[in-house]
């Protein structure tokens, strides 16, 4: 006979259920007191995630001629998403409701058509020079290196990313903005890695 007390089936839902309520609540009170430090420090954990899984995706591949994760692009995948990413991500959405509040008229349109024709195409711009820049390229060879990429990857980021992006801009609260787009980003600087590897 067991002394110990059988377990409720609905006892590891409701910690897995406990423990992600008490995490967002976290990371709600952390936006509140220390909004751009959180958004970067998130940014950086995307960053580096999505460079290790194009890694990995390139030593599974043809392409890949290594068997170990190499920790210097992870580094300045990083480095870009808290020095860059977390703290840009954070002004754009700020400034994006205050140009086109949400009761502006065809607010919907025009938030995507700045986003999307305006903002993304800079703002990829000065994310692959400052990545490129911290691999340790001259500017020369950083502007040699985007012309190869930049328009591939641009395009696919209006094909793939203009849905979620709708989503963010128009049913995301201004808070979260920065974390739903880190979510797709570990997906997004896989791509971008494994197009820039290639």
Known sequence: MSLSRPSDPGTSDKASGNILTAALQQYAK?????????KSCMSACTGALGNIL???LLMRSSAGNKNHIELYPVLCYAATGFILVGPA???YYKLLEEVVPHYA????AKRMLID???YTPAFLFVYLFFL??????TPEVALKKIKIVYWIVYTANLKFLTLLQYINLNYVPQQYRVLFGNVVSVFWSCYIATKRSS
């Not at 008229?105 to 919907?108: D, E, V």
């Not at 490129?132 to 390229?137: A, M, N, V």
């Open 116 to 118: 999307r024709l305006m």
């Open 105 to 108: 008229r065809r607010c919907t």
């Open 54 to 56: 194009a890694q990995l």
């Open 30 to 38: 952390l936006l509140r007191e220390k909004p751009i430090l959180t």
């Open 89 to 91: 991500m954070h002004h």
């Open 132 to 137: 490129c820049t911290l691999e340790g390229c």
